[in-house]
């Protein structure tokens, strides 16, 4: 069951999120669908930090909740990657993502403030992949 329910978005904005749905290969409804559904898990569940509005939680395969760039599935741990292991510029790095640079520098700071997470997402990572390669 579904219900309708009419957004009225400010033009930019909306453009914003036509930009970001194209990129992630759905059509602006499902993208907006999308970004109500991970909203509203995210502020049911308590996990977002109102400290750093552009970060996101989402559930990755095994359920475990992981930090994202809201409106993206780029996680956070791929831009702490980026910036400390590939000494990459948060410039560069929003060139590369095509991302506001000023959000590749608010997941580095979510990074400082929640470290001990990160790095603990960051080393599942790498013991998976060690893992399937064998």
């Known amino acids: ?3 309708r329910y009419a957004v009225n978005l400010p033009l930019e904005l909306k453009k914003d999120a036509e930009a970001l749905a194209k990129q992630q290969g759905v059509s602006l409804n499902q993208f907006i669908l999308w ?6 898990s995210a502020l049911k569940a308590g996990l977002d930090d ?5 970060i996101a939680y989402r559930r990755g ?5 992981v930090p994202v760039l809201r409106g993206t599935g780029i996680r956070v741990q791929t831009i702490v990657i980026s910036n400390r ?4 510029t948060p410039a560069d790095i929003a060139g590369q993502y095509d991302l ?3 959000l590749v520098k608010e997941a580095l700071r979510f990074y400082l403030a ?3 997470e990160v790095d ?4 599942s990572d790498s013991l998976l992949e060690m893992s399937r390669n064998g």
């Open 35 to 40: 970004s109500v559904a991970e909203k509203v």
């Open 100 to 102: 506001p640079e000023s």
């Open 114 to 116: 929640h470290q001990a």
């Open 1 to 3: 069951m579904t219900g």
């Open 50 to 54: 109102p400290e750093f509005p552009g």
């Open 120 to 123: 603990l997402l960051i080393q």
């Open 85 to 88: 292991e590939w000494n990459e």
């Open 61 to 65: 395969p095994s359920g475990i909740p």
